[in-house]
C-alpha cells in the first residue's frame, strides 16, 4: 500500500532554515508527482509545492516562492522540501502527497511533519 | 487565483442524518473538483475526485455531483466514522487551492 513518511519537522527560529524529507514506498515513485501541502494550527489545508514526476516541473504558492525550494530524488524514493527565510506564519503540520493519474490530483497523504517557527 | 467558498463552515447532525456540502468555484474549474476527509491528528482521505468519482475504497454512501463552478458533496447515511472535516479543493490550475472545510459534528 502506498506510504509517504515525512520527517525533518521541529523547532526554528524566524530566519532560520530546515529541510523536510519524505520516503515513499508502496508505489512507482519515479512515475508520479507530488505535493507538499500544510495545514496551520486551526486553520485549513494549503497548498504549497508541486513537483513533476522527473523533476522537470516545479510549481509553488506566492507564500512560499523564493523561500522555500521542492526536488526529489527517484533514486531514493524521497522527497525534500528545503525551506529558507522562516517566518511565523510558515508555522504548520506540512504532508506529503503522491499526486493521482489525472492532472494536479493529489491521492494519497503521509501523516504529516510539525514545523514551528519562534523565538 | 481561484477561490474556492464552502458551506455551511460547520455543521451538527445525528448518524443516520443526510448531510450536503456545497462548494463554489470563483471560475469554471471544468470538472477539476475533489472531495477530502480530514480528522484530527490522521493524514487527509481523497473521498471523491473529478466531480463524482469514487476513490477505491470509500463507501458508497458518499457522492459528488456538480459542474463548472458548484459542487456538492453527499453523505447519504452519516455513520459515526463520518464525523470529521470535509474539503473541497481545484486541481485545474496552480496553485491549487481548498474551500476553507466543513466541520461535521455530532448533534
Known amino acids: 500500500q502506498v506510504q509517504l513518511v515525512e520527517s525533518g519537522g521541529g523547532v526554528v527560529q524566524p530566519g532560520g532554515s530546515l529541510r523536510l524529507s519524505c520516503a515513499a514506498s508502496?508505489?512507482?515513485?519515479?512515475?508520479?508527482?507530488i505535493h507538499w501541502v500544510r495545514q496551520a494550527p486551526g486553520k485549513g489545508l494549503e497548498w504549497v509545492a508541486f513537483?513533476?514526476?522527473?523533476?522537470?516541473?516545479?510549481y509553488y504558492a506566492d507564500s512560499v516562492k523564493g523561500r522555500f525550494t521542492i526536488s526529489r530524488d527517484n533514486s531514493k524514493n524521497t522527497l525534500y522540501l528545503q525551506m529558507n527565510s522562516l517566518r511565523a506564519e510558515d508555522t504548520a503540520v506540512y504532508y506529503c502527497a503522491k499526486g493521482g493519474d489525472l492532472r494536479f490530483l493529489v491521492d494519497y497523504w503521509g501523516q504529516g511533519t510539525l514545523v514551528t517557527v519562534s523565538s | 487565483d481561484i477561490q474556492m467558498t464552502q458551506s455551511p463552515s460547520s455543521l451538527s447532525a445525528s448518524v443516520g442524518d443526510r448531510v450536503t456540502i456545497t462548494c463554489r468555484a470563483s471560475q469554471s474549474v471544468s470538472s477539476y473538483l475533489n472531495w477530502y476527509q480530514h480528522k484530527p491528528g490522521k493524514a487527509p482521505q481523497l473521498l471523491i475526485f473529478?466531480?463524482?468519482s469514487l476513490q477505491s475504497g470509500v463507501p458508497s454512501r458518499f457522492s459528488g455531483s456538480g459542474s463548472g463552478t458548484d459542487f456538492t458533496l453527499t453523505i447519504s447515511s452519516l455513520q459515526p466514522e463520518d464525523f470529521a472535516t470535509y474539503y473541497c479543493?481545484?486541481?485545474?490550475?496552480?496553485?491549487?487551492?481548498f474551500g476553507g472545510g466543513t466541520k461535521v459534528e455530532i448533534k
Open positions: 513537483i513533476r514526476y522527473d523533476g522537470s516541473n516545479k
Open positions: 473529478a466531480v463524482s
Open positions: 479543493q481545484q486541481s485545474y490550475s496552480t496553485p491549487l487551492t
Open positions: 508502496g508505489f512507482t515513485f519515479s512515475s508520479y508527482a
